[in-house]
C-alpha cells in the first residue's frame, strides 16, 4: 500500500527564517508527486508536480525537489502569508492519489 | 476559467438521513474524484469517476456512493448518515496527471 509521511506536524517560523518540509514515500510507481497548500476552511490548492529524482520547482519563496524517495519543500524567507498547511500526495500506477497528513506552518511578523 | 465549484456549501443533517452532494469540475476535464477530510484522519480518497465510470475506489463503506453525468457533473451520495461522517467533503477535477480541488463541502451530522 503507498504511504506518505510529512515532517514536521507544525513548524513556527519568524518571518524571513528560511526552512524546509519533508516527504518521505512509498508507492508502487511513481506517476507524479504533488505540493498543495489549505488555508483553514478551503479546498488544497495546487503548488507543483514532480516526475523523476533530481526535478526541481520553484514558485515565488517555494521550491520544491525530489528523490527516489522523499520529496523536500524550501520555504525561504517566508512572509506571514505563507501560513498554511502544506500537503503532499502521490499518484500510483493504479492513478490512486494518497495524501500525507500535512505540515502546518506558521509564520510570525 | 472557472475553477471547481460544489454545491451546496454547508450542510447540517441528523443521524440516519441522506444527503448529496453536487461537484462541477472545471471546463473540459473528465475526472472527477472525491475525498473526506477530517482533522483525525486527514484526506482521504473515496472515489474516482472517468467519463462516467468509476476507475478507483478508497476504502469506504457502502453507504458511500457516487456518479458521474456525461457532462462530468458528479454527485457523491452518504446513505444512514453517522456522526462520524461529519467532514470536509472534498471534489477534485483533473485535466492530466494534476487533481484541481474545489472548497468542499462542510457536512456536520447531529
Known amino acids: 500500500e503507498d504511504q506518505v509521511t510529512q515532517s514536521p506536524e507544525a513548524l513556527r517560523l519568524q518571518e524571513g527564517e528560511s526552512s524546509s518540509l519533508n516527504c518521505s514515500y512509498t508507492v508502487s510507481g511513481l506517476r507524479g508527486l504533488f505540493w498543495y497548500r489549505q488555508d483553514p476552511g478551503k479546498g488544497p490548492e495546487f503548488l507543483f508536480t514532480l516526475y523523476s529524482a533530481g526535478e526541481e520547482k520553484e514558485k515565488e519563496r517555494l521550491k520544491a525537489t525530489l528523490t527516489k524517495k522523499e520529496s523536500f519543500l524550501h520555504i525561504t524567507a517566508p512572509k506571514p502569508e505563507d501560513s498554511a498547511t502544506y500537503l503532499c500526495?502521490?499518484?500510483?500506477?493504479?492513478?490512486?492519489?494518497?495524501f500525507g497528513a500535512g505540515t502546518t506552518v506558521t509564520v510570525r511578523a | 476559467k472557472a475553477g471547481v465549484t460544489q454545491t451546496p456549501r454547508y450542510l447540517i443533517k441528523t443521524r440516519g438521513q441522506q444527503v448529496t452532494l453536487s461537484c462541477s469540475p472545471i471546463?473540459?476535464?473528465?475526472?472527477v474524484s472525491w475525498y473526506q477530510q477530517t482533522p483525525g484522519q486527514g484526506l482521504q480518497f473515496l472515489f474516482e469517476y472517468f467519463s462516467e465510470t468509476q476507475r478507483n475506489k478508497g476504502n469506504f463503506p457502502g453507504r458511500f456512493s457516487g456518479r458521474q453525468f456525461s457532462n462530468s457533473r458528479s454527485e457523491m451520495n452518504v446513505s444512514t448518515l453517522e456522526l462520524g461522517d461529519s467532514a470536509l467533503y472534498l471534489c477534485a477535477s483533473g485535466g492530466g496527471n494534476e487533481q484541481f480541488f474545489g472548497p468542499g463541502t462542510r457536512l456536520t451530522v447531529l
Open positions: 471546463s473540459g476535464h473528465r475526472s
Open positions: 500526495a502521490v499518484r500510483s500506477n493504479d492513478y490512486k492519489l494518497s
